[in-house]
């Protein structure tokens, strides 16, 4: 028979509150009725299981509720909603800027808007004219509906919901519009055992859990009851300062360049075309130099190529009739002005350029570059309007393609922790041939990484360079993505504190 004096103040008020409720209670309501903390109620209800006298039951439970932007747009609307709305308003089809102002949408929520009014398949985009046209009737979807729900409940479990809510739920996650938090949940209940002794009738024995002077002078130590301690009982988490994952995970990537061997070149963000286009053998009517695909500076419009002076005229004569690269160029009238425009830095491979007339640069060399690169996309789970890329270039007599299929697979396996490669014929202006690096991860799919190939005689030759270059320039925010698991790359730059306090030191 169980001895009272084997029984501590918290385990005998678990007991009794369990034989007032018929012999089963929530953790949480034993808390809130003896007034204890929760890791006071699951140390005492540890001990107690140990001695058979309850059993506890655990499940998870998932709840979801708004965020701040989503309680705000549970009040006016999504914001593709309002641009749908607006559209009906004007016929149907608008200018973008136009339907925009009229459905008071602004700044980074305009890219959201329009994205997802494409992927719900409301409207259309059309780049050429600007315009934006509406497709097809406006029907409330799951999403809108869970908004409506949350906007009145405040928050519901997502085990009670149907399969077409959960998914809304997981995109609306996915949009920062709701969290959703998981939850244990503890039931303690009385065994037939633990039904036996508290019939019979339990006391509280005190106990001491700490040795003060007093006890130790006056020798009452010998005669108090001290608190055995439990080791595997549950405790309040402490969360410990740590780098961002992310960052971490750059640095590393850093270190491991390094120790290939690597050294790192650098560009800035405010670049002169030369270096981001027509030093790369981008001709100054490609597509890719339209307004929607570059950040131009409007103030100052241009830079100076005072110091560039010589290659600037080997890059002209490339793009007019080649030079003597062996190409015939691009047949046009190059312009001086246009090479020294500024804008915000669209790909590393800018500095790729600097650095192959760069004078302490090396032959053969390994370099590398993680930087910030800018172009106004529309945002969704893979693109943002800022991104990281790492880049990378090697120069050296005898380099061929598998060398640099060498480089990216040991990149997707060892940085982002793929499982299998494939390479994509691709094109790019300054490369010849040019591979698109695709990745496998089991549990995660496939993903793109982005491109790389051999530099042409036209990018290298005008530059000073007379041998082969391999290069690659890679979305590292996407290696990353893999990595840790994560399907939406607006998650990489979350405030979610939970995330960040629970992502593993790897």
């Known amino acids: 028979m169980m001895s009272e004096t ?14 007032d409720a018929n012999g089963s209670l929530d953790a949480s309501e034993i808390v809130s009725k003896e007034n ?4 006071a109620v699951m140390r005492a209800a540890l001990s107690l299981e140990s001695k058979n006298l309850i059993r506890i039951i655990e499940w998870k439970v998932r709840r979801v509720f708004l965020t701040e932007e989503g309680r705000l747009y549970a009040e006016i609307g999504l914001p593709e909603r309002r641009l749908a709305q607006a559209l009906v308003k004007m016929g149907g089809e608008a200018y973008i800027d136009d339907v925009l102002n009229v459905a008071s949408i602004k700044n980074s929520a305009s890219a959201i808007a329009l994205g997802w009014l494409n992927r719900k398949g409301w409207g259309q985009i059309e780049k050429k004219t600007h315009k934006v046209k509406l497709l097809k009737k406006l029907e409330e979807g799951a999403d809108e509906r869970l908004l409506r729900l949350l906007k009145k409940k405040d928050t519901l479990s997502i085990e009670d919901l149907g399969d077409e809510m959960k998914k809304a739920a997981n995109i609306l996650r996915k949009r920062r519009l709701v969290e959703i938090q998981e939850k244990t949940r503890r039931r303690l209940e009385l065994t037939s055992k633990g039904w036996r002794l508290v019939e019979k009738g339990v006391k509280v ?9 007093e006890l130790i002078i006056t020798g009452k130590w010998r005669e108090v009851k001290l608190r055995r301690y439990n080791i595997k009982a549950s405790v309040a988490p402490i969360w410990p300062g740590k780098k961002h994952p992310y960052m971490r995970f750059l640095d590393d990537l850093k270190q491991k360049l390094v120790a290939l061997g690597f050294k790192e070149m650098t560009s800035p963000i405010v670049e002169i075309s030369f270096f981001n286009c027509d030093g790369l053998y981008m001709p100054q009517d490609h597509p890719a130099r339209e307004v929607h695909d570059m950040y131009f500076i409007k103030e100052p419009k241009y830079g100076d190529l005072s110091c560039y002076k010589r290659y600037l005229e080997n890059v002209r004569r490339t793009h007019e009739n080649g030079w003597e690269t062996g190409s015939k160029g691009w047949r046009y009238s190059f312009s001086s002005l246009e ?14 350029a600097r650095m192959l007339i760069n004078e302490d640069l090396e032959i053969p060399g390994k370099y590398f570059a993680i930087a910030r690169c800018f172009r106004p996309d529309v945002i ?3 693109h943002l309007t800022e991104f990281n890329q790492v880049e990378g270039i090697i120069l050296g007599e005898d380099l061929g393609l598998k060398d640099l299929l060498g480089v990216l697979k040991k990149f997707a396996i060892e940085v982002a922790g793929a499982d299998k490669v494939k390479y994509r014929p691709d094109y790019f202006p300054f490369t010849e041939p040019s591979v698109e690096l695709v990745a496998y991860k089991k549990g995660y799919g496939w993903m793109e990484f982005g491109g790389s190939g051999i530099f042409r005689p036209e990018v290298t030759l005008p530059l000073g360079i007379k041998v082969p270059v391999l290069a690659w320039g890679l979305g590292v925010d996407r290696l990353f993505m893999m990595k840790m698991g994560i399907d939406d790359i607006r ?11 629970r992502a593993e030191v790897v």
């Open 6 to 19: 084997d029984l501590r103040e918290n385990e005998v008020k678990i007991l009794s509150a369990l034989k």
């Open 36 to 39: 204890l903390s929760h890791a």
């Open 205 to 213: 024995t005190r106990e001491v859990s700490q040795i003060t002077p």
């Open 339 to 352: 090479a020294a425009r500024l804008m915000l830095r669209s790909q590393t491979t800018a500095a790729s």
């Open 380 to 382: 969704d789970k893979t």
């Open 491 to 501: 998650y990489l730059f979350t405030h979610d504190l939970e995330w960040i306090r």
